[in-house]
């Protein structure tokens, strides 16, 4: 896996980071009966039918009377808990654990938010598929352990296929025929979606095989406009312009209607998002009509790239690392409770696909198409510190393209400038070329 050596420019700056001091927090601490307590702070959606984390950490606790952990769900959007998190380190009230995306734990590691655990983790790392495991090493320094992955999938309603004698795309070149065809009939089998761009259409380019983010000679060398990207820009951008998809942003209602009323027959999505895709399709005539099936190629080979995913990480100031991990590793290894909540476990081991997903998709056995997934995610992708910054840039030029003022390749254009500008103003050094 190439995160590590592609993350290794930060280790640059790491050795001007300062040590936080602090407890740690009242959860890290040992109250007078001996016990430690530690707090897990998640985001993990908790929905219908799947197995609540505060179950999940019933279980730990009732077999660890000496080591209690309370789990927190925080219910703010993703990109405001990493705010939230600043500020409790800062106050030296940060939990011991916390739920951190892949695409931020540079970010975070570099801003000295997070415990260098590599000697804990090493313990655990036979535990987990190694492409997730490096995604939780930022410079050589692992900050905790993997929970879960997002490789690329496409989704679409097998009925609604067939009554419009649409086969299963197999390419992109097929995906935007079958997108007209479709659109010709009043449906659609793509959904533009501007407020998930920054992983959505980087894990694109990805599978493309673009790689936006490089070393060369201790500085980072930045490529988000190459001719595979060009390649996810121009399909977009013909789908557009033949208004063959639509442009519902995905957390918006306007995307849930455009499911529950039939129009929306079809979409790509990251393999976290099944858990909770079709829940407005329950009781109604679509419900147990939808599929999942690979993501299209772009024409090389069979490849997919990662659209979120998040590890559990080990918050600076933290008092009991040796017993948060050990719980960190426990609790990634329960992979059917994880299962339950629609996430792709990191953690080796086979998935049962839970009973839930199974009626929503027909009882197709979803977990063996995202394990293929899974082993075909892009072993050249990570991200830079204050890709969280380049996301918000991509989300507004995106909303641009959507409104008509602005190209889909003007997203990845201003991509390549933020990235720089964010890394330059981070005082981590950039390549020229």
């Not at 991509?394 to 959507?402: G, N, S």
Request: some cysteine.
């Amino acid at each position: 896996m190439a995160v590590t050596g592609l993350l290794s420019a930060t280790a640059i700056v790491l050795s001007a980071c300062g040590t936080a001091a602090g407890s740690g927090g009242s959860e890290s601490a040992h109250s007078g009966d001996n016990v430690i307590r530690i707090e897990y702070v998640h985001r993990l959606p908790d929905g219908p039918g799947m197995i609540p984390v505060v179950d999940m950490v019933e279980k730990w606790n009732a077999a660890h009377p000496n080591i209690q952990v309370t789990a927190t769900k925080f219910t703010g959007k993703s990109s405001e808990l990493m705010t939230k998190l600043k500020t409790d380190v800062a106050n030296k009230s940060a939990p011991c654990l916390a739920q951190v995306g892949y695409g931020e734990a540079p970010e975070m590691f570099v801003g000295n938010l997070l415990e260098d655990v590599s000697g804990e983790a090493s313990k655990y790392k036979d535990n987990y598929n190694d492409a997730a495991y490096s995604r939780m090493s930022v410079g050589g320094k692992m900050v905790g352990l993997p929970q879960d992955t997002g490789p690329l999938v496409y989704l679409y309603n097998e009925a609604e296929f067939n009554a419009l004698g649409i086969e299963v795309p197999k390419t992109f070149d097929e995906l935007l025929e079958a997108a007209k065809k479709a659109a010709a009939q009043g449906k659609y089998i793509l959904d533009f979606e501007p407020d998930e761009v920054g992983y959505w259409l980087s894990a694109q380019a990805a599978a493309a095989g673009a790689v936006w983010y490089s070393t060369v000679d201790n500085k980072w060398r930045i490529n988000t406009t190459d001719e595979k990207t060009q390649v996810v820009a121009k399909f977009w951008q013909d789908a557009l312009d033949a208004q063959a998809a639509l442009t519902h942003k995905r957390a918006d209602d306007s995307y849930e209607q455009a499911l529950t009323n039939g129009s929306l027959i079809g979409n790509i999505a990251p393999a976290w998002e099944i858990g909770y895709a079709l829940d407005k399709l329950d009781g109604t005539p679509y419900e147990g009509q939808w599929r999942v099936a690979k993501l299209p190629t772009f024409g090389g080979a069979r490849m997919t790239g990662p659209d979120g995913g998040s590890g559990v990480a080990v918050m600076k100031g933290c008092q009991h690392k040796t017993e948060a991990m050990e719980f960190n590793n426990w609790l990634n290894t329960q992979v059917a409770d994880l299962a339950s909540q629609g996430l792709l476990p990191a953690a080796k081991g086979t998935v049962t696909t839970p009973e839930k997903t199974l009626r929503q998709f027909g009882n197709q056995d979803v977990y063996q198409v995202l394990a293929e997934a899974n082993g075909e995610l892009s072993t050249e992708w990570g991200y830079i510190p204050g890709f969280s910054t380049v996301v918000q840039k991509m989300k507004a030029k995106a909303d641009e393209v959507v409104a008509g003022g602005a190209k889909v390749t003007d997203i990845f254009t201003v991509t390549e400038s933020t990235s720089k500008e964010t890394l330059k103003e981070s005082g981590l050094p950039v390549a020229d070329d």
